[in-house]
Every structure is written in C-alpha cells, then in structure tokens.
C-alpha cells in the first residue's frame, strides 16, 4: 500500500513513448536492411560504428570502405554529445 508521500512511478507522455517505440522500430527495420543488403551483395558490404563506454569511445570497422564510416561514426558521436550538453545547460537555466 503505498501512502500519499510515495509516487507511483514516472509519469511518460504518450509523445514520448511513441518516440521510443519508433526509434526501437527503426533499428529492427535498419538490421533488416543490413541483413538484406549483405545478402543481395554477397557480404561484400561495410560496418564501422562507435560504443560509447562513459567517456571512453570503442571504434570499430571492417570492409573496404570502413575508414570513411568510422570518420562518419565519429563525427556522429561528437555532434551527439555535444547537442546532448547544450540542451542540458539549457534545460537547467530554464528550470532555475
């Protein structure tokens, strides 16, 4: 039984859960086209991507043209990271 002081759990705006059931839709979408692809292509395709560990990045690639997709991956993340501290500052600001 939980009493009036004790909240029941985060409340999600149904906008915010449609973008996280689209995101997750996109990636099984985009693994079904990586697997198409490799199949028509004969596994002649590309990969690179970077993992993020904190604040150490894990690069990885493999193909022919996996330099130019790592560059890519990297750029992505930077781009990504620093979007992701701007609209924190910003957020703050707004709620002080």
Known sequence: MLSDD???GIGVSSRLLGFLLLG???VFVGVAVLVVASLVLGGKGSVGGVILVGPIPIVFGAGPDADWLIVISVILTV???ISFLVLNRRNRKFRE
Do not use: A, F, G, K
Request: glycine letters at 0%; proline letters at 0%; a negative charge.
């Open 79 to 81: 781009v990504s990271v």
């Open 24 to 26: 997750i839709m996109l």
């Open 6 to 8: 004790e909240d029941e």
